[in-house]
């Protein structure tokens, strides 16, 4: 890793430039950057399918946000804010993420934290109650014990549907501070299909079914991978110098068909687009543990990558436009080169672009 300052990745952004609600799906403003000469044009998102060629492989990630934010009341009637992090044991394969056992373990968010004391309860709607089952970890997470009194039907995953709402980042306001209706569809993507995330793979937002079609019927390969976006991804960096900072671990998951696809492109000279950092962070993450080719099943990871770093299987990327500082737009720089993201920044700022989650997108080839 090379030596550089948090500050070299910082820029100017006006708080207007910062989406609160998303353009129609499939027609924000997109800009391409060409990464070996810095050009860069402006397009739209329906463009996508003209920008790829037959042959190419497409990687989406299916994870699924689930409403992790939820409410309970103590004792003293107080409300207490909760996001649901990671679930206790740790899953060893996504589909495991909805079993019913008695009681349910969680490390958890808390909003204030100071109320979560032991011998404490919690009180949800539905019948789940929930109490300190463990001390606060480094990360400053507590871990709840969760149980619903009365017979058991369901996980708690199974009734967030009515209990929580979609976790928004904090630079996206609503009144009173939680997500409403409409965001619980436009911040989930079309083809999300495994629950886990606290936060939406954002580049994916921008797809409708037809795009993915128009996608399709050029002869371009579609892919899936799923990695559940947690706090690793959108950590703040809270040190001054980048190789200080670490990754929370994210779990994982390449089907073999998608290793399949996307190892015979390779091989064959075909390019690999990745949608959005996250799918970047899956198939590079999994390359790197297996020689440079992709391998089928679950993992962990924690990468982290930023400029000096080696790409083995990303050849383009689809993505939004990132906080400053932070890992996201590292890990972008990594891709494109520190200099030459900054420049297109800048002209996106200039020109108006839409930034973060509900914002415009880049294309870099």
Same mark, same amino acid.
């Given at each position: 890793?090379?030596?550089? $300052?948090?500050?070299?990745? $910082? !820029? ?23 990464? @070996? ?25 299916? =994870? ?7 409410? &309970? ?13 990671? %679930? ?7 589909? /495991? ?22 011998? @404490?309860? !919690? ?24 149980? %619903? ?9 199974? /009734? ?35 629950? &886990?995330?606290?936060?939406?793979? =954002? ?30 991804? +959108? ?12 990754? $929370? ?17 390779? @091989? ?10 996250? =799918? ?18 679950? !993992?962990? =990871? $924690? ?11 990303? /050849? ?23 200099? @030459? ?21 880049? +294309?870099?080839?």
């Amino acid at each position: 890793m090379l030596r550089m $300052d948090v500050a070299d990745f $910082d !820029f100017v952004l006006p708080p207007e430039s910062i989406a609160q609600r998303p353009a129609p799906r499939g027609t924000a403003r997109l800009l391409t950057l060409d990464r @070996r000469t810095g050009a860069f044009t402006h397009r739209s998102v329906a463009d996508i399918p003209s920008l790829l060629h037959p042959g190419y492989v497409l990687v989406l990630n299916d =994870t699924k946000v689930i409403p992790a934010r939820i409410f &309970g009341t103590d004792e003293k009637g107080r409300r207490t804010e909760l996001l649901l992090v990671s %679930k206790i044991p740790e899953i060893s394969t996504i589909s /495991d993420f909805s079993s019913k056992e008695k009681t349910e373990h969680w490390r958890c968010l808390a909003k204030p934290g100071k109320r979560v004391k032991a011998a @404490r309860m !919690f009180f949800f709607e539905g019948g789940w109650e929930a109490e300190p089952a463990a001390a606060r970890t480094e990360g400053g997470l507590y871990v709840l014990r969760f149980e %619903k009194l009365g017979s058991r039907t369901s996980s708690l995953l199974d /009734d967030l549907a009515s209990l929580g709402s979609a976790p928004l980042p904090p630079y996206i306001h609503r009144p009173g501070g939680v997500a409403d209706a409409q965001d619980a569809i436009d911040y989930q993507t079309v083809f999300a299909d495994s629950p &886990g995330a606290i936060a939406a793979p =954002t580049a994916g937002l921008h797809f409708t079914q037809e795009l993915l079609a128009a996608v399709a019927a050029r002869g371009i390969e579609i892919a899936r991978v799923t990695l559940h976006v947690g706090l690793g991804t +959108f950590k703040p960096v809270k040190v001054d110098r980048v190789e200080d900072h670490r990754l $929370d671990l994210e779990r994982a998951e390449i089907p073999a068909d998608t290793a399949e696809r996307v190892n015979r492109a390779k @091989r064959e000279g075909r390019r690999v687009v990745a949608v959005g950092t996250t =799918t970047v962070r899956t198939l590079e993450a999994s390359a790197r543990a297996h020689g440079g080719a992709v391998a089928a099943g679950a !993992f962990e =990871t $924690d990468l982290f990558l930023v400029p000096g770093a080696a790409f083995h299987v990303v /050849d383009a990327l689809l993505t939004n436009f990132h906080l400053p500082r932070s890992t996201l737009l590292m890990l972008v720089s990594a891709f494109a080169g520190r200099e @030459r993201v900054l420049a297109a920044y800048q002209e996106a700022v200039a020109q108006r672009y839409r930034f973060f989650s509900y914002g415009d997108a880049m +294309f870099i080839s």
